[in-house]
């Protein structure tokens, strides 16, 4: 006896093979940036020694390259680039505060740790 109450969402892709070669593409697009912005945070961090003159800017590219790919994969995983840009911003906003706030959090008391005053 078949049931009439389940619906097979599986059979009512209709896709045709010119949006699946779209689909495909984003797909290696998204995993090919991804994997690029790892590969140079790893060179970074393998090459680059935390004595050095340079591990300041480092440590500020290890947080923007950061920020960059965790918004790539709310806007692609989490299909937000998908929304209006008003519902984006409503999403986005908050989490962009925080993270600033954090990061200021992290500056304050870095510096608070250096103080002799205290």
């Given at each position: 006896m078949e049931r009439d109450?389940?619906?097979?969402?599986?059979?009512?892709?209709?896709?045709?093979?010119?949006s699946g070669v779209k689909i495909r593409k984003k797909?290696?697009?998204v995993t090919g940036l991804?994997?690029?912005?790892?590969?140079?945070?790893?060179?970074l961090g393998m090459f680059?020694?935390?004595?050095?003159?340079?591990?300041?800017?480092?440590?500020?590219?290890f947080i923007v390259m950061t920020?960059?790919?965790?918004?790539?994969?709310?806007?692609v995983?989490?299909?937000?680039g998908d929304e209006r840009?008003?519902?984006?911003?409503?999403?986005?906003?908050?989490?962009i505060v925080f993270i600033i706030y954090l990061?200021?959090?992290l500056l304050w008391e870095g510096m608070s740790v250096y103080d002799k005053s205290i």
């Open positions: 109450d389940i619906i097979e969402y599986s059979l009512d892709g209709h896709h045709d093979e010119d797909i290696w697009f991804l994997t690029f912005i790892t590969a140079i945070e790893v060179a680059i020694k935390q004595d050095s003159s340079l591990w300041l800017f480092v440590k500020w590219g920020l960059i790919k965790a918004a790539y994969i709310i806007l995983f989490m299909h937000l840009k008003s519902f984006k911003y409503v999403i986005l906003i908050p989490y990061i200021f959090i």
